[in-house]
């Protein structure tokens, strides 16, 4: 059985094969390194009841910037 061309599929389609296929390291490498943002911003977990003062803030922002993706 030959392999679909992942670098040719869409993203939705990428992740179901993944679930569908969960063994498939090859097909998962792929997905990570085409849908990874170099410009994430990755936040710590918080550690006390103060992190999370911030966290509707930093909600919004992450609801914004996917917004602005799409």
Excluded at 25 to 53: G, M, W
């Amino acid at each position: 059985m030959s392999k679909p061309d992942f670098m040719s599929m869409t993203r939705g389609e990428l992740r179901k094969y993944i679930l569908e296929h969960r063994e498939d390291e090859e097909a998962f490498q792929i997905y990570l390194a085409r849908f990874t943002s170099d410009d994430a911003i990755i936040f710590p977990a918080p550690q006390t009841i103060e992190d999370l003062e911030n966290f509707p803030q930093l909600h919004q922002q992450h609801l914004d910037q996917r917004r602005n993706q799409a």
